[in-house]
């Protein structure tokens, strides 16, 4: 793949399409697969190179894990269960992958060896505190490098008793991480949190028979050591993607598209509420498998506040309504976003150098941004910072420019192979 892709406006997105599958549910489905005893089979995951990382270090651990991409959609088999697990012979390299580091030192700190976990340039400046305190604290030995335990990561396992934790950032990879610890625990592990975020370590669990309850409120998840049942799970379209195509045709003239089987669970469909705030037109139409197709439509658009509780649940999503933003009546405000200053890139800092590249004065805030309405893109260089998301978010801004402005140039565009390895084909099938 080329590192730059040119995108040029003045064309509606029009027809259907099938986003990859979930990459948070991809990652555990490897993760729980890796630990069920028997033979689990898993379809329609996320094809991209973290997943892929997080099936290359299970395998490394023990699990028989084949992982293989078809038409660029990913496909496992995993034979797992604690006794086939065993030290990995070298350190775990898990790239640019936050979820695959998070979570198997999850799972590495209820195996009694030690392991080590490193990543590359971007992910090796990330905070791993918010894992190693919990881990520490149910009785794993956990370093890495300064003040926030920054990667590469090693983790000494065994002998974890269960805590009860209030977790200080809302997130849904740190929840994950210390339920998939509590799995091998003695006794219960306890995670409480002050605004939902992603649900899917604990449904997934419950599937595959975990011995985990869910308070009413859904802020509270109890988990005890279990044993896992092996599994079948065709994996739902990551809404995440989907909101690329979903902000995409809201703001390109002409457009209508319907991005198909998407989850729409906990703390996942945020982005829609922003939208509908906005005054788009998105339809969702629920499935009775618990997935939706959802329709996208272009329309005028109003500036919005985001902020509060709702952050946690859309905090993927907002390099991409940063863009819509940038092209609605009104200004933006984006607050209670700090979080965005510790994914794949500082998301605040590199959203509002690239969208000033196109014209687009965004205030940077120490917790988000404003973005001013009303603007238009002119065509320029922008830069992906390394994160698969600046890179989308910028290729809408492309797709969203009048057809006279421009082209809009993304270097850096291959970090989108970590999550959306066919996002250059899908933007080429529905804008044609
Ligand atoms: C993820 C949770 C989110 C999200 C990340 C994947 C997960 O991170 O940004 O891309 O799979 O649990 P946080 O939980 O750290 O906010």
């Known amino acids: 793949m080329s590192s730059t892709l040119e995108v040029a406006g003045g064309r509606p997105l029009r027809g259907r399409l099938r986003v990859p599958g979930d990459k948070s549910i991809s990652h555990r489905a490897l993760l729980l697969g890796a630990l069920a005893e028997g033979t689990s ?73 030690t392991t080590t976990i490193g990543g590359d340039e971007s992910l090796s400046g990330r905070p791993m505190d918010r894992v190693a305190v919990p881990l520490r604290r149910m009785g794993a030995a956990v370093d890495g490098v300064g003040d926030t335990v920054r990667p590469p990561l090693t983790v000494r396992g065994g002998d ?47 599937a595959v028979g975990g011995d985990v309850e869910v308070s009413a ?36 003239p002409g457009s209508d598209v319907v991005i198909e089987r998407v989850y729409v669970g906990q703390a996942r469909a ?39 509780a709702e952050v ?38 590199a959203l509002a150098s690239e969208l000033a590249a196109l014209g687009i004065p965004v205030e940077e805030r120490p917790d988000g941004l404003v973005v001013p309405g009303a603007m238009r893109f002119r065509g320029g260089a922008v830069r992906s910072h390394g994160d698969h998301r600046m890179a989308m978010a910028m290729a809408v801004a492309g797709m969203a420019s009048d057809e006279n402005a421009g082209v809009v140039r993304i270097e850096g565009w291959d970090s989108v192979l970590t999550s959306y390895p066919g996002f250059e084909e899908d933007l080429q099938q529905l804008c044609r």
């Open 41 to 113: 089979h898993v379809t329609g995951m996320a094809a991209g190179d973290d997943v892929a990382r997080t099936a290359a270090a299970l395998q490394a651990l023990g699990a028989g894990v084949d992982f293989d991409v078809v038409d660029r959609v990913g496909a496992a088999t995993v034979s797992g269960g604690r006794r086939r697990l065993h030290a990995s012979a070298t350190p775990l390299e898990v790239a640019n992958s936050g979820t695959s580091m998070r979570l198997l030192a999850g799972v590495c700190a209820s195996l009694p060896w």
């Open 160 to 206: 974890l008793h269960g805590i009860d934790y209030v977790l200080p950032v809302p997130s849904a990879q740190v929840k994950g991480t210390v339920l998939l610890a509590g799995l091998g625990a003695e006794g219960d592990t306890v995670v409480r949190e002050s605004v939902l975020t992603r649900a899917h370590t604990e449904e997934m669990l419950a």
């Open 217 to 252: 409120d859904h802020l509270t998840t109890r988990v005890r050591a279990s044993k896992l049942e092996p599994f079948r799970l065709d994996v739902a379209g990551d809404p995440s993607q989907a909101a690329f195509w979903v902000v995409a045709a809201c703001i390109t």
């Open 270 to 308: 945020g982005f829609l509420d922003v939208l509908r705030r906005m005054g788009a037109l998105v339809d969702v139409e629920p499935a009775a498998d618990g997935t939706a197709d959802i329709r996208a439509r272009y329309g005028p658009l109003r500036g919005t506040a985001v902020g509060g």
């Open 312 to 349: 946690a649940g859309l905090i993927d999503e907002i390099p991409v309504l940063a863009v819509a933003a940038a092209l609605a009546e009104g200004p933006t405000t984006f607050a209670d976003a700090s979080e965005l200053r510790v994914k794949e890139t500082d998301r605040a800092a």
